[in-house]
């Protein structure tokens, strides 16, 4: 595991984690052209027991546009939210630093089906709302970023 990698779970979470799927998106933009263009803004929350933190992502066309911490969510007008407690969002980030990529049990998809540990909150319309699932790959894609080959978001 590379020093960067090492440094997001240390100090998971952080902008950093963010930092390093943004800069692996905006460097592989022909990756996303296969999957197509999203344009969507949404927060994530990672919650522990006595607090939550907030952080915004923006994605336009092929790119991410940007990553930030999020103070008041409802100002940043996202068009929807993935909530979820701290222990799953570093399962998660565990294990595509340790495969590469999500496996089956850990992508977007499965983790926030009912029941299960993260969860898409409406925000805004329903059609906002529904830029996750219309756009699930290019996200799965992108937490993917922290993957160590990279080879995640290869369209054949």
């Known amino acids: 595991m590379d020093q960067t990698r090492e440094h ?18 905006n460097s592989s933009p022909d990756r996303y052209r296969k999957i197509g263009t999203a344009d969507t803004q949404f927060v994530i929350t990672v919650e522990s027991d006595d607090e939550a933190t907030h952080f915004g992502v923006v994605l336009s066309a092929y790119g991410c546009d ?16 993935i909530r979820g407690q701290k222990d799953a969002w570093f399962e998660m ?14 992508t977007l998809n499965r983790l926030t089906l009912i029941r299960r540990p993260l969860e898409v909150l409406r925000t805004a319309t329903m059609t906002e709302y529904e830029k996750f699932f219309q756009y699930n ?11 160590a080959d990279k080879q995640v978001a290869a369209v054949s």
């Open 8 to 25: 997001v779970l240390r100090n998971f979470p952080s902008i950093e984690w963010l930092e390093v799927l943004r800069d692996g998106m």
């Open 137 to 147: 790959y290019t996200l799965q894609s992108f937490f993917d970023e922290l993957g």
């Open 93 to 106: 980030v565990e294990n595509i630093i340790t495969h590469g990529k999500a496996d089956r049990e850990h």
């Open 66 to 81: 940007e990553v930030t911490v999020v103070d008041d969510v409802e100002a940043f007008e996202p068009d929807f939210r």
